[in-house]
């Protein structure tokens, strides 16, 4: 069993559709938790982190944490045709260094 | 976030051949830290580079096939040593934050394919 599971996709929405994306996971010794976004060609680019239960938003994403369901959730709203991209996440347990990366998932956002 | 240039960006290698991959950061970390991304896989962490000592290898990579070296607090090489065309993949970079620790930063990646 994969320490992270992610559904790999391809997602497909249309534009200004709420998007949601999740990761699941089997070690409660994860405290840390990371979305990030690769575009193609492209290094991971950080969008959200948090280390505790509930929710964090900043702008039109959502990042929400479920630590009793080891679930971890990233909602994007409105999405745009510019959000196509694949989302990472990554967990980190306590004084660690070592990201454990899901496998992403394709978002593809049409006009 | 700290800005992060890796060279080569892309390169085509002869199987047997060896490369070196350079990380050059805009500002001193203490962590850096070598990540592979086979085709269609996600992200498996290579090894820790602290500078001043020698790399953390992880379970399933090792140093005579991937030498690390991390002279200063802004700059490490990666080397891919005695290539094969299981080897070809991306390889990336990265930086801890120097405030928020637990925040990794990524570099754009060398796109590696051995013939």
């Known amino acids: 069993q994969k320490e992270v599971e992610q559904d790999p996709g391809p997602l497909s929405v249309p534009e200004g559709a709420i998007v949601s994306l999740n990761c699941t996971y089997s070690?409660?010794?994860?405290?840390?938790f990371m979305w990030y976004r690769q575009y193609s060609r492209k290094g991971p680019e950080l969008l959200m982190y948090t280390y505790s239960s509930g929710n964090k938003e900043d702008g039109r994403f959502t990042a929400q944490v479920d630590k009793s369901s080891k679930y971890i959730s990233l909602f994007i709203r409105d999405s745009q045709p510019s959000d196509s991209a694949t989302y990472l996440c990554a967990l980190l347990m306590d004084s660690s260094y070592k990201l454990i990366f899901g496998s992403g998932t394709r978002l593809l956002v049409r006009p | 976030s700290a800005v992060i240039s890796q060279k080569p960006s892309r390169d085509i290698c002869q199987r047997g051949t060896s490369l070196t991959i350079q990380c050059q950061v805009d500002s001193q970390v203490t962590m850096m830290f070598w990540y592979r991304q086979q085709p269609g896989q996600s992200l498996t962490l290579i090894a820790t580079a602290n500078q001043g000592s020698e790399a953390t290898y992880e379970s399933g990579f090792v140093i005579d096939k991937f030498p690390i070296s991390r002279p200063n607090l802004t700059f490490s090489t990666l080397t891919v040593s005695n290539m094969s065309p299981e080897d070809s993949s991306i390889y990336l970079c990265?930086?801890?934050?120097?405030?928020?620790?637990?925040?990794?930063?990524f570099g754009a990646g060398t796109r590696l394919s051995v013939l």
């Open positions: 990265s930086v801890e934050d120097p405030v928020a620790k637990n925040i990794q930063y």
């Open positions: 070690n409660s010794a994860f405290q840390y």
